[in-house]
């Protein structure tokens, strides 16, 4: 093959904020397929937040992404060039290849997925990644039961728009967390959340006590900082805290601020747990299919954010994470 791929590495580790010169942009020729490898040619990448912890050079639950190393990714690629038993030229398969045009794949970590059955984005989202995280967060670290009240942050993102639909579907009353009216609109319309609250526009605090009269007894959180504080002043007895994130923190320059109101943990006799999905692995399929059944059925509407480029756009795509751009799930589709 004679092609070009290009590449984005991590050229320098940030400090605070990802800049445009943390990144080098490269290419070299896309290498041929060696006995049992196959070649993808990548058509969407996976913006995630949590990529943004991934090129800081402290331990966490995936090493940290080396200096001058491809960027870290979830994509989708199509097979253009295979010696691999399993997977064949035209075949579509999710695994973490990296941001670059071309990767060239033993099949380990590999997954085929059916265009025909989703769109291709849409498992790097509610079938993917977010969806798993959604679902067993909620589920499973949240131990969510009918007629519950759940309040998430982050609610219009990729995991949060999924954790509210969910918890409807399990018979909740669910508040979302989201910066702007026109999330807020779309999660009291489109998305069947009993209430919305705009975090840059509305006292949180007030609003929670509006939202949620008998307190809160999962709160998902993707946020962290004040959002996480506000609701730990509003749990209902035996409340569960999910820990799935906290955005608002992975730029700091200086210490996570914690929460200062986590008392209401003892007096509540609640729980605050983390999580990461890469656990729940073995059962993901299981996931797969309810949430497939859920999506088919119209009972979760998927909300993806799909912005049209190159790899080359990689780092301006990653930033719309971090200033509230994108409605659901964020991915770059490569044209
Ligand atoms: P996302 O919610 O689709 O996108 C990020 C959203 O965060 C933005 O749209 C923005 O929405 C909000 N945000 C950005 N800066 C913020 C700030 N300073 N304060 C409050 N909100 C802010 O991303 P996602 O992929 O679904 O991920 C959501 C969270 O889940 C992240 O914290 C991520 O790290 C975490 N996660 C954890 C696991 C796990 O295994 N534990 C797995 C996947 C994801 P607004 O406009 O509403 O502010």
């Known amino acids: 093959m004679t092609a070009t791929n290009r590449q984005i590495r991590l050229a320098r580790r940030p400090v605070g904020e990802v800049r445009a010169e943390d990144w080098a942009h490269g290419a070299e020729p896309v290498p041929a397929a060696g006995p049992g490898q196959f070649v993808g040619r990548t058509r969407y990448v996976s913006l995630d937040p949590a990529m943004r912890g991934w090129l800081d050079d ?32 035209g075949d579509h398969v999710v695994g973490s290849f990296g ?82 009216p026109e999330k807020c609109a779309l999660l009291t319309g489109e998305l069947g959340f009993d209430a919305a609250i705009d975090y840059h526009s509305e006292d949180l605090r007030k609003a929670l006590r509006d939202h949620a009269p008998d307190g809160i007894d999962v709160y998902f959180d993707n946020v962290g900082g004040d959002v996480l504080d506000a609701a730990l002043t509003r749990l209902a007895m035996h409340a569960r805290v999910v820990l799935c994130g906290a955005i608002s923190q992975y730029n700091n320059e200086t210490a996570v601020q914690g929460p200062s109101n986590y008392l209401s943990l ?46 080359d756009d990689f780092p301006t795509v990653l930033g719309m994470l971090f200033r509230g751009e994108n409605t659901g799930k964020l991915v770059l589709r490569l044209s």
Do not use: N
């Open 266 to 311: 003892l007096v509540r006799r609640a729980r605050m747990e983390g999580f990461v999905v890469f656990d729940y692995a073995p059962r993901y399929p299981e996931a797969a299919r309810e949430l497939a059944g859920w999506i088919a059925d119209g009972r979760i509407k998927v909300k993806e954010h799909v912005v049209e480029g190159t790899v």
């Open 58 to 89: 402290r331990p966490s639950y995936l090493p940290p992404v080396g200096l001058g190393e491809v960027m870290r990714a979830g994509s989708v690629v199509e097979v253009v060039e295979s010696d691999h038993p399993k997977f064949r030229v």
């Open 99 to 180: 941001v670059q045009e071309y990767v060239v794949s033993d099949g380990k970590g590999a997954l085929k997925v059916d265009p025909a059955l989703a769109p291709l984005s849409t498992y790097l989202g509610a079938l993917g990644m977010p969806g798993m995280t959604a679902y067993f967060g909620l589920l499973d670290v949240g131990a969510l039961k009918e007629g519950e009240t759940v309040v998430v942050s982050g609610a219009a993102g990729a995991v949060g728009s999924l954790v509210g639909q969910i918890a409807r579907i399990k018979g909740c009353r669910v508040v979302g967390i989201a910066g702007g």
